[in-house]
Nanobody, 114 residues
C-alpha cells in the first residue's frame, strides 16, 4: 500500500523557516520523481518544486527561497522553506511523479503571519 505522510507544517512569522518532510512507503521511492505542491484557500493546487529520481537537491532559481531534496535511503522527501511570506500560506502536499503512478499525501498546513 502506497503511503505518503507529510509532516513539519505549522505556524511561523514572515521571514521564518520551516522544513517539511514526506515519508514514503509501499513503492520504490528511488525510481520516482517526487514533487511538492501547495493549495492556498480559494486557489488551485500548484506545483512548488519537483526533483528527479537521482537528484539529491534542487533549488528553485525562480523563487530562490525553497529547496527540495530527497534521501533515497530513508525514502523521505524534504522541502526547506526560508524567508517565508504570508502568500506562502497553504496546504502543502507531496506527490509521486514520472515514471511512477500518481499518489498524493494528505497534506500539511503551513501558515505564515505578517
Amino acid at each position: 500500500q502506497v503511503q505518503l505522510v507529510e509532516s513539519g507544517g505549522g505556524s511561523v512569522q514572515a521571514g521564518g523557516s520551516l522544513k517539511l518532510s514526506c515519508a514514503a512507503s509501499g513503492f520504490i521511492f528511488s525510481s520516482c520523481a517526487m514533487a511538492w505542491y501547495r493549495q492556498a484557500p480559494g486557489k488551485e493546487r500548484e506545483l512548488v518544486l519537483s526533483i528527479s529520481p537521482r537528484e539529491t537537491t534542487y533549488q528553485s532559481s525562480v523563487k530562490g527561497r525553497f529547496t527540495i531534496s530527497r534521501d533515497n535511503v530513508k525514502n523521505t522527501l524534504y522541502l526547506q522553506m526560508d524567508s517565508l511570506k504570508p502568500e506562502d500560506t497553504a496546504v502543502y502536499y507531496c506527490a509521486t511523479g514520472r515514471p511512477c503512478s500518481a499518489y498524493w499525501g494528505q497534506g500539511t498546513q503551513v501558515t505564515v503571519s505578517s
